[in-house]
């Protein structure tokens, strides 16, 4: 159940990420569009054709097939966005530096066809109209003054533009949205990919690595947690001791304490609830810690849980190790710490031990 709640909560924390990274690159979006001086584009288009000057079928099938080949066309519009066209084009118009600063002129042939198109982007509507059309002027007589086989004409004049091609609020907006998700998207990957490592890491330290219980440290702490959390809410707290392995454990192979201590961890987590904490306190010592639980609730517990380790522990050879466990608790009391509710429960194990009883319950 609590794998499931962090689970959803690790999924309800990522689409939160999501929409901040959107939105972040939404507002950036926004912000760039607001400051940007907003470019425009007119353009011209320009028809290549055989110059009618030709009168024989012959040379109008050769100039036909030479026009073909796209050469041609290709150097019709390397001439239309020439440096000289250009040039000679804007010393006619008398225009000035500022006025001439981000403009930017291209030409193409289109897909499959003789069509040229020259295109003229800048942050004046009017300027980048007049120039579109005079340097398609020019060109074109530059290009009839060298070449008379083939000819060029305006196709379409350009038309003054209305609208900018960027910024677009709206379509840019929607690619920052766009790209904000991948990024997002991408960092939750990593997230996740480092949090297995991290989570790993964090589980160690906060295990005791042959028992595989929760180390006393971690217990002490979460212990405080929930003092802090139920000021006035009742909490079981008692060790367990094994003393039948006093004499034998520290002679045994390092595989088999290690079996032998995760046996133990196995059988007190049969006996204990979900939210129940089983920690490693000494060498030989289990802890117990039981929230929400009344004295009568946790002496039965903690009856429970000796009676789970009375049973022997069997090995595969026949050997058996019987490890009889003592137990001492206590109930938490108001105004009570960590520290005082700990030497209360180590008190009565040692009352336990000096053979009072194999359950003591300190007051």
């Known amino acids: 159940m609590a794998t499931s709640r962090t689970s959803l909560k690790r999924f309800q924390n990522g689409w939160r990420i999501l929409i901040i990274f959107i939105a972040a690159f939404w507002i950036v979006s926004l912000v760039w569009s607001a400051t940007t001086t907003p470019i425009y584009r007119a353009f011209a288009t320009f028809l290549v054709y055989p110059n009618d000057t030709i009168t024989s079928s012959r040379d109008v099938v050769s100039s036909l097939d030479t026009l073909d080949k796209r050469t ?4 019709y519009a390397d001439i239309l966005d020439s440096n000289r066209v250009y040039l000679d084009t804007v010393e006619r118009l008398q225009l000035d530096a500022a006025t001439m600063e981000n403009v930017t002129i291209f030409s193409e042939v289109q897909p499959d066809t003789n069509i040229l198109v020259l295109s003229v982007e800048g942050p004046d509507p009017k300027v980048i109209t007049l120039l579109a059309n005079n340097i398609g002027q020019n060109g074109i ?14 196709l379409d004049l350009a038309m003054e533009p209305e609208t900018p091609i960027r910024p ?14 991948g990024v997002g998207l991408i ?14 890491l964090r589980e160690r330290s906060l295990t005791d690595k042959q028992s595989l219980a929760f180390t006393r440290k971690y217990q002490q702490r979460m212990l405080a947690q929930q003092m802090i959390r139920k000021k006035e809410g009742s909490i079981g707290f008692g060790l367990i001791h094994m003393q039948g392995l006093e004499d034998v454990f520290d002679g045994l192979p ?3 304490s290690s079996d032998i201590m995760q046996e133990i961890v196995q059988r007190l987590h049969s006996m204990l ?17 039981l929230p929400d639980t009344p004295e009568t609730p946790a002496v039965k517990t903690f009856e429970r849980l000796v009676q789970a380790l009375d049973d022997p522990i069997q090995f595969e050879s026949g050997v058996e190790i019987d490890l009889n466990p003592l137990s001492g608790l206590t109930m938490r009391v108001p105004e009570d710490t960590v520290e005082q509710l700990a030497t209360r429960a180590e008190s009565a194990l040692v009352r336990a031990k000096d053979g009072e009883a194999k359950i003591i319950l300190a007051k």
């Open 273 to 289: 609830r979900g939210n129940d904490m089983v920690a490693r306190w000494d060498h030989l010592v289990f802890s117990i810690m």
């Open 72 to 75: 041609i066309s290709t150097t």
């Open 168 to 181: 677009r609020p709206l379509v840019d907006g929607l690619i920052a949205a766009a790209i904000g998700l």
């Open 141 to 154: 007589s530059f290009i009839q003054s060298i070449y008379q086989v083939y000819s060029i004409s305006f």
């Open 254 to 256: 390092e595989r088999v």
């Open 187 to 200: 960092f939750l990957v990593l997230r996740e990919m480092l949090r297995v490592p991290l989570e790993t």
